[in-house]
């Protein structure tokens, strides 16, 4: 009996360090022990201390095999990165001081790490939501302030609560007679950069007795304490700015929180706690020997890993290459189990002295090769860049093989969407280590799909982004030679793919506001009254309007995103309207402003180009092409809107901070979709990526602009205009519908001159966006800037309801403005409405145009529905249907068959 | 021994990623191709099994040493063998650069947007671009005075993206943009207007010279076919450094646009609906008196005073004169005869100098020469395919005039590269009696009958019509025979325009997909694969499957 030492493995996996070191001392021949050996409890232990190196001395029983160093032919330690979750709970505390005048607000944290309390305060006489800095005396020592309104005070140790678990804290003192209202804050962990909000808001302790009245965000509620929802029972919401983890999972459930405490005007103590859930990301590795047995010619393998706690071996061996999953022969280590008949279980053994386990596996010398997932923490699977660890054995010695090369190793993480997420944002460590994954991907055969198109998904992003960058630059610097472009394109027929852009395809949608609406100041709470008369009505969409704060009342020029009280309303009137919408059936569309961004801030120069708020961009965000306003981004990937900073969305990190908004917005709000508001400004791809993250119900997208005119004269053909609108639609990949302006331009023309040939095209069709790619057409024929009070573009006065019967009875999603709805038309589009819905004509309806003469036109819907506008005479023709009249206004009519 | 031991495992790691940088993600096709020949796989194994250790090894391969070398040499033996071809029908994709990528002041123009273009290409997984070197940029002032500094700097960036390089060495000039023969050259010229192909009317063609002087020696003492060859030969030496391992394919400009034929259509309008036929360029001084020596020599002495009088104009259909006539035509006459064999044959003679030149010049170098053939498509479906005749390709209905230019190709071996692969005859008005899908499917023929090696191009620098993606993936399928390169015809504006990038990206990955389609796994493995899944019952993952 002798003992052999074993090389640690092992050593505290740092990111930059790939390679494991050996040391090539040899060692005599010594026996090995199989022997049960009592495991070593280390708990829940977490090392993240230097590295150090272990000798794991094994005694041996019996004589097994016997090895020395040289044989080791294969040698690995594959990096492990994963997602580790500590519990732990914030808690605020107002305290009274010593006297009534003082009070102290005590803010603490009970997991471990570099805590900062980010804060400001509001003032008495403070008008909207914007933080100040603290008076100087309230400043804790060591705070740092942070522009011109907020503070930053690191939490500090504080002692010991007597259960064993440290507390970080920081007290600030508020003199009770001083002009601060309330205290705003968030928690920032400086380590992984996260956030902690308070159910997507900042927490808000007030101080005196808020002096709005009702009307006022929470101010309705009157409450002292914390804020209204404080007191759910929820997990804080995590918005981790790395890394999309935790955001899915904050619990929301509970929302009913409308149990204000109701006190009288003096302030009052409380204490309030809140569960945290802090994600680490962790760095651990595991290291992989096999040798050779001179005697028994078997594979001796030693497997050792850093991780924390109980590590088991989910493992098997292979025959061949195929990788198929055997039951090795016995022995088999101690603590194994026969899993299911399929693989075998090992809870690796503690290692002495040091934290970490490891292993010695003995297996026969015919094997190709021994595979292993590793468990830990109960529910966490460890894979290697999605696939299983996979150890070449040599069946002669001389061969050995690795498929490794030591890139990252991906986690799989507790399931399916956090193994994505994970897989997903190591992108940014570098284009070719994806490409090297997907080569890996495509190469193991066995891969699950959505592993592949996922990391494919992530390359092809990289590349569109390429793209648009390379589009710019050769846009704004080469002279294109389009000159002889050929024309001949013929439009093609688009795919007709069922995406979600289209909602159900029998969507009728209702703008639900129109430019005057922001006056009232309750909008929310008037269009809450007429949800169930829509409903009735049969829309089944209705577009609020912008919710954003803005810099003009009409929500068109938002500033700061996230604060959703505006001109119409409160956000938690939004969130009432919007629930009372859902309660009658009618799916909501929240407006979004992607295009520009009002700032807060003038730069060194004194133009306004940097962002305050959640979303404090600076001018990266704002494209280079517009001298207005500066921009340091790229320039422009569309037009511009020139009265305010236009966003770069080729930069990842508005892309990034607009997707988390959107999903935001879904969540918070409610909203089921989108509308998109002047989407002439950037690029469809990513509008495309933003509907691919917010996977919004039905969204449409505002793509205005001229129809084409010869000398003051509507050109007949207006294929260049929808080909624009059909060629944003395409760049968005179909996830985007658009307003069909071209119809609404043609049937301006046609109506006003009387010119219904126009309502035809070459091919017989409808010469509008919904004559080539009706399930992408939104028609319409006014809306909040063409009519309203201002009237940019007024559809034929007393002609609407021509129009109306035109795309009320065609293909294409249409929508009715609000001013029209509630008007004397209300009753004929009811009609109209219900008449579309009781012959089921939806957005990819068949039209046959009847007739397109100078005074008439008239079509044939489905076979189903015959409908003519003008003056002119029409008469569906008796053939195989019969047709009976079932509305007639002025200069329509339509029948139905029966 | 510790850090010796790191050393060159890091040293290992680097050539690793170069090798996948020059891959591309989408190339494991070609090292099962490599892995099949130079490791001992049984080739009677299913072929799953094959692939499957082929892509299993594959990574390994990046790690040792050999495997470079053993790529490479793949690539050698194509290139130096093109009668031998591929074994797959793995076409290799190549992207146009910009026709104007370096000014005329040789500095390299867009070169932010290019190296972003080549940053999205590599990743999409493009193998290599194709870079345009020009007569008149590169030897502009004087003969004999070289700058190649502006191509060098784009064949770095291009070798910096891990991308391949096919060189388009171009002998002409260009009107849009505006690239002209060399200044020297022009100035001869002014003085010596025979040096330009010539129509009926006297209307010079000033973008290229004519074959007729190839071995005259009218560039200030020299023929243009030894200052083509000085050219090649300085371009081989400026570029040695990328020759053998960047640049993969030289393409050799042979006439107008670089295509093989005469500029039958110089004088033509733009944007005709229907082209007309053309007319025959042979009324240059120097094309005049080799007619006539012709027509002397074969006893006809009056057949060698003009070209054929009854031929249409430029813009005119075949019908419109007495030449070109369905029936009755003189095409078909004896005279006609006469003409043509003559007038195709200094075009054929003409690609033979110049294919030959530059494979003598090549020969001792690892890239395949190439020479573009045009796809004179209009007016197919005549019996005398008047458009064809006029660019000189005597190829009528009766008469295969692709056979001879496929074997002028073999004997210099050499490769074709043949345009408007991305054109349906449905695409084009009925009109004009074309059918280019039939025309490509006869060049091919001819090539294959005669193992040329056929690489594709889409209809030059104009925009893939509609449907044209559809063609291009038919063509590029293998049914008509492989394709061993196809040059995609070119990055610019419109290429990264939302308009044209979506559809070209979805283009490469159809091409590509075959080989990630799981569809290609036979049943029996997935449901094996399934069996042996087990299921973590707690928390549902598959474990192995992955």
């Not at chain 2, 495997?67 to 290799?92: E, F, H, K, Q, Y």
Request: with cysteine; aromatic share 10%.
């Amino acid at each position: 009996m002798s003992t052999v030492s074993i090389e640690p493995l092992i050593h505290h996996h740092q990111r930059e360090i790939r390679r494991f070191r050996f040391k090539s001392s040899a060692f005599g021949p010594a026996p090995l022990s199989c022997r049960p050996k009592s495991r070593c409890d280390g708990g829940r232990l977490c090392s993240f201390k230097s590295p150090r190196r272990a000798l794991a001395v094994v005694r041996a029983a019996a004589v097994v095999e016997t090895f020395d160093t040289t044989d080791v032919v294969f040698r690995e330690t594959f990096p492990l990165e994963w997602t580790d979750t500590v519990e732990g709970k914030i808690f605020v505390k107002l305290d009274k001081g010593k006297n009534e005048q003082n009070w102290q607000l005590t803010v603490g944290c009970t997991i471990p790490g570099k805590w900062i309390l980010h804060w400001g305060v509001s003032y008495v006489d403070d008008v909207g939501s914007e933080w100040d800095q603290p008076p100087t005396g309230m400043r804790p020592p060591g705070s740092v302030p942070i522009k011109d309104y907020a503070i930053e005070t690191p939490l500090k140790k504080a002692s010991s609560t007597g259960e064993g678990i440290d507390l970080y804290e920081v007290k600030i003192n508020v003199k009770s007679d001083s002009a601060v209202a309330a205290i705003n804050f968030v928690v920032k962990d400086e380590e992984t950069g996260a956030w902690y909000q308070h159910r997507g808001r900042d927490f808000k302790v007030p101080l005196v007795d808020y002096l709005h009245d009702d009307g006022n965000v929470v101010g309705a509620k009157r409450g002292f304490g914390l804020w209204p929802g404080w007191r759910a029972f929820g997990q804080l919401s995590n918005i981790l700015l790395k890394g999309e983890a935790s955001q899915s999972k904050a619990q929301d459930s509970i929302s009913a929180s409308s149990d204000p405490k109701q006190e009288d005007s003096s302030l009052e103590g409380f204490y309030d706690e809140l569960p945290l859930v802090k994600q680490l990301p962790l760095h651990n590795s595991v290291g992989v020997s096999v040798r050779k047995c001179r005697e028994t010619a078997k594979n001796i393998i030693y497997l050792e890993t850093d991780l924390p706690g109980d590590v088991v071996v989910h493992w098997g061996v292979c025959r061949d290459d195929a990788k198929n999953w055997e039951i090795p022969a016995a022995p088999h280590p101690p603590e194994t189990i026969l899993f299911k008949n399929k693989a075998l279980r090992t809870l690796l053994k503690q290692k002495e002295g040091s934290s970490g386990c490891s292993e010695l596996f003995t297996l026969d010398e015919d094997l190709a090769g021994f595979l292993f997932v590793l468990r830990i923490k109960e529910n966490i699977w460890l894979k290697y860049m999605g696939n299983d660890f996979f150890v070449p054995l040599s069946k002669s010695s001389s061969s050995v093989q690795s498929n490794k090369d030591s890139e990252a190793t991906h986690v799989s993480g507790k399931g399916e969407q956090e193994n994505e997420d994970v897989s997903g944002s190591a992108f940014t460590d570098g284009i070719i280590n994806e490409i090297r994954n997907l080569v890996s991907d495509i190469s193991s055969v066995k891969t699950g799909k959505t592993k592949t198109k996922k990391v494919q998904e992530s390359i092809l992003q990289e590349i569109e982004k390429l793209a648009a960058e390379a589009y710019s630059i050769f846009r704004s610097s080469t002279p294109t030679f389009s000159e002889e472009a050929v024309l001949l394109e013929e439009a093609t027929k688009p795919p007709l793919k069922v995406s979600s852009a289209t909602g159900s395809g029998y969507e009728i949608l209702c703008q639900g506001f129109n430019w005057e609406s922001h006056k009232s100041g309750r909008w929310y709470m008037e269009l809450k009254e007429k949800a169930k008369q829509l409903s009735s009505l049969g829309f089944t969409i209705i577009w609020l309007p912008p919710p954003t704060e803005s810099v003009s009342p009409e929500g068109y020029m938002p500033k700061d995103l996230y604060n959703l009280n505006s001109r119409y309303g409160t956000i938690d009137e939004l969130r009432d309207l919007v629930k009372n919408f859902h309660e009658v059936d009618i799916k909501v569309l929240g407006d979004a402003v992607l295009n520009h961004r009002c700032a807060h801030y003038k730069n060194q120069n004194g133009v306004w180009n940097i962002f305050g708020g959640r979303l404090s961009w600076d001018d990266r965000a704002v494209v280079a092409d517009d001298p207005h306003f500066q921009g340091r981004g790229n320039k422009s990937s569309g037009d511009n809107f020139h009265a305010a900073p236009n966003i770069d969305h080729s930069q990842d990190f508005v892309r990034k901070d607009l997707k988390e908004w959107m999903c935001w917005l879904r969540k918070e709000i409610g909203y089921d979709g989108w509308r998109l508001d002047f989407v002439r400004g950037f690029w469809g791809g990513y509008v495309k990526d933003y509907l691919e993250a917010s996977e919004p119900y039905f969204t449409v997208g505002e793509f205005w602009d001229s129809l084409s005119y010869t000398y003051g004269d509507m050109d007949h053909n207006q294929d260049a205009h929808r080909q624009r609108i059909v060629d944003w639609i395409n760049a968005t990949n179909g996830t985007a519908g658009a307003f069909d302006v071209t119809t609404k331009g043609i049937l301006h023309a046609a109506l006003e001159r009387c010119e219904y040939w126009r309502l035809s095209d070459e091919k017989g069709k409808p010469p509008g966006v919904v004559g080539w790619w009706p399930s992408r057409a939104i028609t319409f024929i006014e809306n909040h800037d063409t009519g309203s009070t201002q009237g940019h573009w007024r559809f034929p006065g007393g002609k609407e309801m021509q129009g109306y019967a035109y795309i009320l009875t065609h293909p294409g999603t249409p929508a009715v403005f609000y001013d029209h709805v509630f008007s004397h038309y209300q009753s004929e589009i009811a009609s109209l409405i219900s008449l579309r819905n009781r012959n089921k004509i939806h957005c990819r309806s068949i039209v046959k145009i009847a007739k397109a003469e100078r005074d008439v036109y008239a079509a044939v819907i489905d076979d189903k529905v015959a409908m003519k506008i003008g003056p002119g005479h029409y008469e569906p023709p008796s053939g195989p249907q019969r047709w009976s009249q079932a509305l007639e206004g002025r200069d329509y009519k339509v029948w139905e068959a029966s | 021994m510790e850090i010796s031991v790191i050393g060159s495992t890091q040293a290992k790691f680097v050539k690793a990623d170069s090798a996948y940088r020059v891959l591309g993600f989408c190339s494991s096709r070609r090292y099962d191709d490599v892995l099949s020949r130079n490791s001992r796989v049984c080739l009677g194994q299913p072929s799953i099994r094959l692939r499957r250790l082929g892509l299993r090894l594959t990574v390994r391969a990046v790690h040792t040493e050999p495997a470079l070398p053993a790529r490479v040499s793949t690539d050698r033996s194509a290139a130096s063998a093109p009668s031998r071809s591929r074994p797959n029908n793995g076409v290799r994709l190549y992207v146009g650069l910009p026709l104007d990528a370096v000014s005329e002041a040789n500095t390299v123009n867009h070169a932010k947007a290019i190296s972003v273009g080549l940053k999205a290409l590599k990743l999409l997984g493009v193998e290599g671009v194709e870079l345009p070197v020009w007569w008149g940029i590169a030897e502009k002032e004087a003969m004999g005075s070289y700058n190649f500094s502006g191509y060098l700097n784009l064949a770095e960036m291009v070798q910096k993206a891990g991308l391949k390089l096919h060189v388009s060495l171009c002998f002409h000039g260009l009107k849009q943009p505006k690239i002209p023969l060399p200044e020297w050259v022009t100035r001869i010229g002014e003085n010596e207007p025979s040096i330009y192909f010539s129509d009926r009317s006297g209307l010079l063609y000033k973008d290229c010279l004519s074959l007729a002087v190839d071995e005259l020696p009218v560039l200030d003492g020299k023929t243009p076919i030894e200052v083509y060859q000085d050219f090649c030969q300085s371009f081989k030496s400026s570029f040695s450094q990328f020759i053998d391992s960047t640049i993969t394919g030289i393409s050799m400009s042979l006439g107008p646009n670089g295509e093989l034929r005469y500029p039958s259509d110089h004088g033509q309008s733009r944007n005709l609906k229907i082209p007309g036929v053309g007319e025959f360029q042979c009324y240059d001084k120097n094309m005049l008196a080799l007619l006539k020596q012709h027509a002397e020599a074969s006893g006809n002495p009056f057949w060698g005073l003009s070209g054929p009088h009854d031929a249409p104009s430029y813009d005119q259909t075949p019908s419109s004169n007495g030449f070109f006539k369905d029936h009755g035509g003189s095409w078909e006459s004896p005279y006609g005869d006469f003409f043509l064999n003559w007038y195709s044959s200094q075009l054929a003679s003409h690609g033979a100098r110049l294919l030959s030149l530059a494979s003598s010049v090549f020969s001792d170098a690892d890239v395949a020469v190439y020479g573009k053939v045009p796809l004179l498509h209009p007016w197919y479906r005549t019996r005398a395919r008047p458009l064809e005749l006029t660019a000189g390709f005597y190829n009528t209905e009766r008469r295969d005039g692709y056979e001879a230019i496929a074997e002028m190709f073999a004997r210099n071996s050499c490769k074709v590269i043949l345009p408007g692969m991305d054109l349906s005859d449905e695409d084009l008005p009925g009109e004009a009696l074309s059918s280019p899908q039939s025309l490509l499917r006869q060049v091919r023929a001819a090539c294959r009958k005669l193992g040329v090696d056929v690489s594709g191009q889409n209809s030059s620098d104009r925009r893939v019509a509609r449907g044209g993606f559809e063609q291009l993936k038919e063509n590029l399928s293998g049914q008509e025979g492989s394709v061993d390169l196809f040059i995609y015809e070119r990055m610019g504006a419109y290429f990264f325009s939302p308009e044209h990038f979506p559809s070209f990206t979805a283009f490469v990955r159809s091409i590509y997909q075959p080989q990630m389609d799981t569809d290609d796994i036979p049943d029996e493995e997935v449901v094996g694969a399934e069996e042996s899944v087990p299921m973590a019952s707690e928390s549902g993952v598959h474990m192995q499957a992955a």
